[in-house]
Nanobody, 123 residues
């Protein structure tokens, strides 16, 4: 059975840092694209970052977080993390960890999802 469990969310001030973690199990972590998405109230779920697997690994980021967020994975522990620096109020959302067999920025392409963790950035 597949499980994706996020942790690390919380309430921070603008400019602060926060690191989200996701523990995965039940599938071949090494050969999946692992992504982070977020959904703010009244908005659609949006792609944030991914550790893409195409036979090689590379990182992909949405423009709004590039240079501030870093995605990293540990294949030995089946974990994916999202280090978020210089947080802004507009980063406030529920953050979801997801896994896709086919690399994509589209949420529909992702096969497995975590339950989400709330990140709130106050101004």
């Amino acid at each position: 059975q597949v499980h994706l469990v996020e942790s690390g969310g919380g309430l921070v001030q603008a400019g602060d840092s926060l690191t989200l973690s996701c523990a995965a199990s039940g599938f071949n972590f090494r050969t999946y694209t692992m992504g982070w998405f977020r959904q703010a109230p009244g908005k659609e779920r949006e792609f944030v970052a991914a550790r893409v697997w195409t036979g090689i690994y590379y990182a992909d980021y949405v423009t709004s977080v590039r240079g501030r967020f870093i995605i990293s994975t540990d294949n030995a522990k089946n974990t994916v993390s999202l280090q978020m620096d210089s947080l802004k109020p507009e980063d406030t959302a529920i953050y979801y960890c997801a896994a896709a067999k086919t690399p994509s920025r589209e949420a529909l392409a992702y096969d497995y999802w975590g339950q989400g963790t709330q990140v709130t950035v106050s101004s």
